[in-house]
């Protein structure tokens, strides 16, 4: 099954922990990061798309993706 996340977090360190971990969790970059204004936040927000390949299991709608 090929999994899909996208990671979404302030424009700080925060989010660049999260997508070190899903790197050391088998998770590959997908495309670029993404940045936007959160004019309610008054602050950037940051996103990145990662993925995964995993064999031998198929995916449902109950996958729970940030268990793999």
Do not use: I
Not at 10 to 21: I, Q, R
Not at 32 to 38: C, L, N, W
């Amino acid at each position: 099954m090929r999994l899909y996340r996208f990671l979404t977090g302030p424009d700080d360190a925060s989010l660049c922990h999260k997508v070190t971990a899903a790197l050391n969790g088998g998770w590959l970059l997908h495309g670029s990061p993404t940045y936007a204004y959160d004019g309610e936040a008054r602050a950037m927000r940051c996103g990145q798309a990662v993925c995964k390949e995993v064999e031998g299991v198929d995916y449902t709608a109950d996958t729970r993706l940030g268990e793999w």
